[in-house]
């Protein structure tokens, strides 16, 4: 089983940015990667995936905003987020796209507040 962590997540004005890293135990080559978040009373929501073979899309709230990318050398996907907006607040997750393969992580807060 491949274990998950979620890293770079924080407080942020609007307008700001910040890249969020996920860090897997083994080689995800295989898998096509998503980036999820899941706001307070809120469903858990696909924001960007990537496919094997680099291939990306985004949900529609965070296109021209947000960029996925992965290194497969590394066993890491990230994400570049840029003027975040307060509607972006939310913990994010990373895990396969669907269905889901992996145990989720324990997410990493992103907070966008003035």
């Known amino acids: 089983q491949v274990q998950l962590v979620e890293s770079g997540g924080g407080l942020v004005q609007p307008g700001g940015s910040l890249r969020l890293s996920c860090a897997a135990s083994r080689s995800i080559f295989s898998y096509g990667m998503a980036w999820y978040r899941q706001a307070p009373g809120k469903q858990r929501e696909q924001v960007a995936h990537?496919?094997?073979?680099?291939?990306?899309n985004y949900a529609d709230s965070v296109k021209g905003r947000f960029t996925i990318s992965r290194d497969n050398a590394k066993y890491t996907v990230s994400l570049q987020m840029n003027s975040l907006k307060p509607e972006d607040t939310a913990v994010y997750y990373c895990?396969?796209?669907?269905?889901?393969?992996?145990?989720w992580g324990q997410g990493t807060q992103v907070t966008v507040s003035s």
């Open positions: 895990n396969t796209v669907f269905p889901i393969r992996f145990t």
């Open positions: 990537i496919t094997t073979g680099g291939t990306t």
